[in-house]
């Protein structure tokens, strides 16, 4: 029932779509837009030697198809209205419930000269934020399987320059639904040739459902400087991120005060002939530090308070106490087109001088906007 309610909608959307760009010859300012977004996800994940995450192995794939307007207003001002489905299958799980949202979102492209804007509002794809986000606000397995947001984007591109800020409304109010929503920014600028200036940041509302009492305020701040001397040394890639983490957190219902989880991160990339090693070494205090609490329901807030990955709790049991977690990887990107990207890595997970585990991935993304837009410029 639920696939042909959806596809009558969508047949209907595209006929309007059709009958609305073959209209008159006035203009031909509408005309008919499409998208599709393909992933597969291969991630191996042996953590048996870790307290912080469980061993798994996800083996899934998604494929989102848009179709839609595009209206184009004058040559420096786009507007587009895009609905799709986003349907994603866990190998070897039920097909059932394959379908996970329908998405439709509107998205405004302005040029300025020497800035562009681009607005998305609706339900559209986090892969349209910018890439600038560490580890510590979004785990790799939550971006795959929360692939959405709901809300809205805006960001501003210059030539040497890059902005964003948006809300995403992740929970509405109910009985057993907490109120939850996220606004988040991020931006990067080259001040010299081998420097960048950045900054990451969220403030994480989580609060009460009709039955959880509690409300816990999370806010993360990421600065940091970006050295890359890649293009000096011959290589793809060689670059260097020193970054500091400030949290600001408040469990206001059970906890009097603030508490100010902190540490710096150092991360190390050097990548040639599409073949490359990275490290992410983080020192400092438990950046989640009411992972095991609970509400007046006695459910543990985990995951659905802290989104990052569960490593960077390092020495959860010694609250205060400065840990380091370390990950190394080696991994393989071999250079096809903008519109294919495949991944082979293998990382390594250590907390202190403890070996924490390691994961074995492949991943492929296919974007048809980015090949088509690849086609025209050629």
Known sequence: MKFS??????????????MASAGSDEDR???????VDFEMNFDNREFSRSDFSRSMTIFAARVTPFVGLDFRQNPQTVHRLMVGADLMKDFG??????????????????????????????????????????????????RFYDDNLEGILVQFHR?????????????????????????????EGKVAPVMSVGYAAYLYHFANSYTQKGVVDNILLNPWLRFDFGHLMGLQKFSLKLGYLQGMQHDRAYVANFVFPCGGEVDLEIRNWNVGIANNLFYGTDMMPYYNSTDNTGV???PDLYLGSPFYRVHDSYLGRAGIYDRFQIFYEPRIGDWLKIRIAA???????RYSGCQQQVILKFNLHDLLAGRRKS
């Open 29 to 35: 300012r509408i005309s008919f837009a499409y998208d």
């Open 347 to 353: 990382l390594f997970h250590f907390n202190g001088q």
């Open 93 to 142: 799980g039920s097909s059932r419930n394959i379908l996970g949202d329908i998405i439709f979102h509107y998205n405004l492209e302005k040029d300025f000269g020497d800035t562009e804007l681009s607005l998305h509002a609706g339900v559209f794809p986090r892969s349209k934020t910018l890439d600038l986000y560490s580890e510590a606000f979004i785990s790799d397995s939550l």
């Open 5 to 18: 309610r959806l596809s009558i909608i969508l047949a209907c959307f595209i006929a309007s779509c059709f």
């Open 300 to 302: 543990k807030y985990g």
């Open 159 to 187: 030539p040497n320059a890059d902005f964003e800020v948006g809300c995403d409304w992740m929970g509405m109010y109910g009985d057993q639904n907490r109120e939850r929503f996220m606004i988040f920014s991020s931006g």
